[in-house]
């Protein structure tokens, strides 16, 4: 019996035919997801710290809380959030299951971040290069590396959701510019890398909006811009630098200015200044009586505060985030109004915020 030849050509494509489903190409977008994970998870740490906690009867008593973060120089430096950093006896876990000791190096409460040291003579370590956040667009990939619920690494994956959103830290400060993503973030993820498309770091995860308690895709990250400069300066003195003005301020609302008789209806009105601080040196008026609104008492005559270097200010915030743009000792000028109806503009050297200072002090 004569066997019928089939033609090479018919035969590949029978062979593509019958060839199992499933085996399809990774796409491009794909392999970039890989080989990022693969590159940077590395450079990417657990941190273990010792927490206090409190029972129903809110007797106190020891707990582990976890989070990630990520090593910025091949010196051990690791940056991370302050709120992952528990009382004491930090252990930081490397990629490769190796355990080390950690040092909190310095915190900073306005921006919740912390850097933490380890040492690491004979380990050669992967670190996370740091990019630039000032020109990010809403849609563009971004890439958290972390450690979720203790659970161990992963990877997820979103994109830019906003940019240039408002986040109020701990302590009262506002934190700028800070990074919204759809990118999922779960308790254990705050601290590590929010990671562009090229690898680079363009964010440290820091908060979830969650109205349950669970992730609801709506993530924080810290831009990497601020990260570097407070990173930067927990290094050089444990501490990171802010503006003082010495002086503090409440909002001004206009049944606050037509009670109190002020010819201005909004802006930021100095109830008090710190003796020989920088807003007494510049001659700015504190309050010198008080006027009741309601059932409060608030000081009266003190100058209000309604534009700052030309920037036009409604309330505390908005002055604050203009004096934050500066450094202790750079000037600013002040565009004031007073309790008779004069306005000038007032010329203030800024110091350096005081690390302990009385509440509400700005």
């Known amino acids: 019996m004569r066997h019928m030849r089939i033609p090479s050509l018919m035969l590949v ?3 593509l035919t019958w060839a199992p489903s499933g085996a399809s190409a990774l796409t491009d977008e794909e392999m970039n997801n890989i080989e990022l994970y693969s590159r940077l998870d590395p450079g990417v740490v657990k941190i273990t710290s010792r927490i206090i906690e409190h029972d129903l ?7 582990e809380g976890t989070g990630s973060g990520s090593i910025i120089d091949s010196r051990g430096y690791i940056l991370t959030n302050k709120h992952v950093i528990g009382t004491d006896k930090l252990r930081v876990t490397l990629a490769n299951g190796k355990k080390f000791e950690g040092k909190l190096v310095g915190s900073d409460p306005g921006s919740d971040l ?4 380890i040492e690491v003579p004979d380990e050669e370590l992967t670190v996370i ?5 000032a020109n990010l667009k809403v849609g563009q990939k971004a890439l958290s590396i972390g450690d979720p619920f203790g659970l161990g690494k992963s990877l997820s994956v979103g994109v830019i959701s906003s940019v240039g959103r408002t986040m109020k830290a701990a302590n009262g400060f506002l934190v700028e510019n800070v990074i919204q993503t759809d990118a999922s973030i779960n308790p254990g993820n705050s601290g590590g890398p929010l990671i562009d498309s090229s690898g680079k770091m363009i964010g440290i995860t820091t908060a979830i909006f969650s109205p349950t308690g669970a992730s609801v895709g709506i993530g924080f990250a810290i831009p990497v811009n601020l990260a570097r400069k407070v990173a930067a300066e927990l290094i050089q003195k444990g501490y990171y630098s802010y503006t003082w003005l010495g002086a503090t301020l409440i909002n001004l609302f206009p049944e606050f200015a037509q009670t109190l008789k002020l010819p201005v209806t909004s802006g930021a009105l100095v109830v008090e200044t710190v003796h020989g601080g920088p807003a007494e040196k510049a001659g700015l008026k504190s309050g010198s009586g008080e006027g009741r609104i309601g059932k409060g008492v608030v000081m009266t005559g003190g100058d209000v505060i309604v ?5 036009q200010v409604s309330d505390v915030d908005g002055a ?3 004096i934050h743009r500066l450094r202790p000792g750079d000037s600013v000028r002040l ?7 004069t306005s000038k503009i ?4 800024l110091g350096e915020r005081p690390r302990q200072i009385t509440t509400g002090q700005q």
Request: with cysteine; aromatic share 2%.
């Open 13 to 15: 494509l029978l062979c």
């Open 57 to 63: 009867l809110m007797k106190a008593f020891p707990a």
């Open 114 to 117: 912390a850097v933490v040291k």
């Open 129 to 133: 290069p740091m990019g630039d956040s």
């Open 307 to 311: 534009s700052v270097n030309g920037v």
């Open 320 to 322: 604050l985030r203009e």
């Open 335 to 341: 565009g004031i109004v007073r309790s008779d109806g």
């Open 346 to 349: 007032v010329a203030v050297t």
